[in-house]
């Protein structure tokens, strides 16, 4: 996620000068940002080679790791915060991944894109499979293993013993609290353990 008013407003949720572990950090933006806006210092974890050096070139510290091992090489409470940024629909092992976020984090912070979003929905009353600018891709093509909605992480998150700090939309770089799973393109959580 590169756009800047979203960076921004996730930015945001990161107190000051925490420690921070970005999952599937990508080029690493997010974290730079963190870095020069928040001063605040951690690592990304990336697979790709290409965002690997993205990273390197932009000062941003980055550990190339495949997350579908999990985060074994983490103790407890590591970061201040762990951050899965449209990572978590990439993942065969969300529950697992989600769980993990929330051992190595004192705060975890996940969005992804909504996919109740009301032109979502919309295009598959019509029959289709959406393409939008969050979900970019015609379904035969697409890097995501799976689709969620803002209601269903809900249920995944008490599922799963975590307690939600914060909850909300974002659609257009503008926050959404009011009907956010039919009206934001991304959902966004703030959470920890129980």
Request: glycine share 8%; charged share 25%.
């Amino acid at each position: 996620m590169s756009d800047q008013p979203t960076q921004h407003t996730i930015a945001q949720l990161v107190p000051e000068g925490s420690h921070v572990l970005d999952l599937g950090c990508g080029d690493g933006a997010l974290l730079e940002h963190l870095m020069r806006q928040r001063r605040c210092t951690g690592y990304g974890i990336e697979i790709d080679d290409a965002n690997v050096l993205t990273c390197v070139r932009r000062g941003v510290n980055v550990l190339q790791l495949n997350l579908h091992e999990g985060l074994k090489a983490f103790q407890d409470q590591s970061f201040d915060v762990v951050l899965q940024i449209d990572t978590l629909q990439h993942l065969r092992n969300a529950e697992v991944m989600l769980r993990e976020t929330a051992r190595v984090g004192r705060i975890g912070i996940v969005a992804f894109p909504n996919f109740a979003h009301w032109p979502n929905r919309l295009s598959v009353v019509r029959g289709r499979m959406p393409v939008t600018r969050r979900l970019p891709y015609q379904w035969y093509d697409t890097p995501n293993i799976r689709v969620g909605t803002f209601k269903d992480f809900e249920v995944l998150a008490r599922k799963n013993g975590l307690k939600l700090l914060d909850a909300f939309g974002l659609e257009d770089g503008r926050v959404v609290r009011w009907l956010p799973n039919a009206r934001a393109s991304t959902a966004v959580f703030k959470l920890q353990r129980a």
